[in-house]
C-alpha cells in the first residue's frame, strides 16, 4: 500500500528540516527546499512534524519574527522564521518560543480556571462535580507556576517576562481571596 501524499509532504519536510537543524527557516525557505508550494499543504506538514518531533524528543520551534534585521521581505516587514532543534540544543531563540508557549499556556489555564469555577458554581450545570475538579486542578497549576518567581536574565531577556510576572501575580492574589471569603 502506497503512502498518501500528505505522509509524503511530512516525511519530505521532516528530513529537509532534520538537514538544516538549528538554522532559521521561514515557509518559503522550506517550500523552497521540499518543492511543495506554501500554502495549506505546507502548513499541515509542519503540523505534522511539530507532533513527530516531539515524540522523538526534539523541537520544532513555533514561528517568530527573525531576530536577524536582514531577513527582511520586500515590504521589509520582519519574516517569520522557525528553526528544527535536536534533542538537547537551545538558545536565546528557544527560551522566547518557550516563554512564548508559557504565557500562552497561563493565559489558557487563566480561561480555564473562570470558566470552571463559574459551572462548579452553576446551579443548572451539568457536571458541577466534574467542574469543580477541573477548577482545582487549575488552581493548583497556577499554585506551582506562581511559586516559580524569578527568570533568570540568561533565560529570557527582562521585557518579556512582564505580562507573565503580570498575570502570575494577579492570579496568585486571586487564589489567597477564597481564603477569606466564602464562595
Given at each position: 500500500?502506497?503512502w ?9 519536510v521532516?528530513?529537509?528540516?532534520r538537514?538544516?537543524h538549528?538554522?532559521e527557516?521561514?515557509y ?8 511543495i ?9 509542519v ?16 514561528f ?11 515590504a521589509?516587514?520582519?519574516?517569520f522564521v522557525?528553526r528544527?532543534?535536536?534533542?538537547g540544543h537551545g ?16 493565559t489558557?489555564?487563566?480561561d ?5 469555577t463559574?459551572?462548579a458554581a ?12 477541573m477548577?482545582q486542578?487549575a ?10 518567581e ?6 529570557v531577556?527582562r521585557e518579556?517576562t ?15 481571596e ?6
Open positions: 500500500m502506497g498518501t501524499q500528505a505522509e509524503n509532504d511530512v516525511a519530505d521532516m528530513i529537509w528540516l538537514c538544516n538549528g538554522r527557516v521561514s518559503a525557505d522550506i517550500a523552497a527546499g521540499v518543492d508550494p506554501d500554502g495549506h499543504r505546507l502548513r499541515r506538514a503540523r505534522g512534524v511539530r507532533v513527530i518531533a516531539a515524540n522523538r524528543g526534539d523541537r520544532l520551534e513555533m517568530q519574527p527573525s531576530a536577524d534585521p536582514a531577513r527582511r521581505d520586500p521589509r516587514r520582519r519574516v522557525t528544527y532543534m535536536r534533542d538558545d536565546e531563540f528557544s527560551a522566547r518560543d518557550a516563554m512564548s508557549a508559557a504565557r500562552a499556556a497561563m489558557s489555564v487563566k480555564m480556571h473562570r470558566a470552571t463559574f459551572e452553576n446551579t443548572r450545570s451539568i457536571a458541577r462535580t466534574e467542574f469543580a475538579t477548577a486542578a488552581d493548583e497549576c497556577i499554585t506551582k507556576v506562581a511559586g516559580i524569578v527568570v533568570g536574565p540568561q533565560a531577556r518579556n512582564g505580562l507573565l510576572a503580570e498575570m502570575i501575580a494577579d492570579l496568585e492574589a486571586r487564589l489567597t477564597p481564603a477569606t471569603s466564602p464562595r
